[in-house]
């Protein structure tokens, strides 16, 4: 990471936003980083924050395919859970707000390593109360990461519409109707490749992007921690929120320290 730069010491919040938002503003084509952090205000725990931990587990030992060829079981009870606390969680202002921009301004990109499906839920909203006959679609991320609702067999490869998942006994795990292959969360666990084509589109349009919006994200996961740094390389530059520093906020442009759903309407607003 390069040298903290000094001119941004002491800047306050409202500074930022207003340089912040001049930046979106002249921007043609803006790419949207979000992780667990965007996500935090409908109550969906994060990663690594506080409530990150299961049963004094961590993501990275349960989301991998080692410890779901060891244990489905105990992974599955632990996506289950996740799932339905998922079920009870609204979009938040954040999202709606990323979704208003997305709709309204053509060329945006969202990229989320979420997979709550909440932006999807934001961009439905929103269309919904448009008076423009714009459809969702535009405002649809790419979903890096997969999907925690939908299932995919690790036989066949399969995908269907997550079910009811019974995880009291390996035996009352999911199956696929195909080929009786075991079911998993369609998610890109530790250590699994991410969709090539997913991934090239994500890194192209961020290189070509004026600015990248990174939201909520401890950018320590890669490949996707390197989408803004794709679009530094390209001559864009990057504005953060987060309430936190993170290793990414040396070189962002701008660092909103905030949350999502309290800076993101500000920082969007027409
Ligand atoms: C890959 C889906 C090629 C599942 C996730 C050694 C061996 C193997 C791999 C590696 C290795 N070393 C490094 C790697 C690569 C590894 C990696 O990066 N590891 C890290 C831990 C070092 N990456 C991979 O394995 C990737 N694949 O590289 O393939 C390969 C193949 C084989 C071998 C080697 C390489 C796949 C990574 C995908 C993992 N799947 N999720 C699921 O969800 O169950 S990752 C998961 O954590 C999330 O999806 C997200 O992407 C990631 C990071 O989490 P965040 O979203 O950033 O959330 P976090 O809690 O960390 O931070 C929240 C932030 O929000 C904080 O900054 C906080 O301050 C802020 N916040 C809090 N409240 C608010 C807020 N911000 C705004 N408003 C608020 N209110
Ligand atoms: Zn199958």
Redesign the pocket.
């Known amino acids: 990471m390069g040298a903290p730069r000094l001119d941004r010491v002491d800047e306050s919040l409202s500074d930022a936003l207003r340089r912040g938002r001049a930046l979106l503003a002249q921007a043609e084509r803006i790419v949207v980083l979000?992780?667990?952090?965007?996500s935090?205000?409908s109550g969906v725990p994060?990663?690594?924050?506080p409530g990150?931990l299961w049963k004094s587990r961590r993501?990275?030992e349960?989301?991998t395919p080692e410890a779901f060829a060891r244990d489905p079981r105990l992974v599955w009870e632990w996506?289950a859970w996740?799932r339905s606390v998922v079920a009870t969680c609204a979009p938040n202002a954040?999202h709606l707000a990323l979704a208003r921009l997305a709709l309204r301004h053509r060329d945006t990109l969202i990229v989320t390593?979420?997979?709550d499906g909440l932006h999807h839920r934001a961009a439905d909203d929103v269309a919904a109360r448009s008076t423009e006959p714009v459809g969702p679609d535009r405002a649809y991320p790419l979903e890096?990461?997969?999907a925690?609702h939908r299932d995919r067999c690790s036989g066949c490869g399969r995908r269907t519409p997550g079910g009811p998942v019974d995880a009291t006994d390996e035996a009352t795990l999911p199956r696929c109707g195909t080929c009786g292959g075991l079911l998993r969360?369609d998610?890109?666990?530790?250590?699994?490749?991410?969709d090539p084509d997913v991934l090239a589109r994500a890194f192209e349009a961020a290189a070509r992007a004026e600015v990248c919006l990174v939201?909520?994200?401890?950018?320590?996961?890669?490949?996707?921690?390197a989408v803004p740094e794709a679009t530094l390389a390209g001559g864009g530059a990057v504005v953060e929120?987060?309430?936190?520093v993170?290793p990414l906020s040396a070189r962002a442009n701008v660092s909103l320290r905030?949350?999502?759903?309290e800076?993101l309407p500000a920082l969007l607003s027409l």
């Open positions: 979000t992780g667990a952090g965007v935090a205000e994060t990663f690594r924050g990150g993501p990275e349960l989301a996506y996740r954040a390593q979420n997979v890096v990461h997969g925690i969360p998610v890109v666990w530790f250590g699994e490749s991410l939201v909520g994200t401890s950018s320590v996961v890669y490949p996707a921690a929120v987060n309430p936190d993170t905030g949350k999502a759903a800076v």
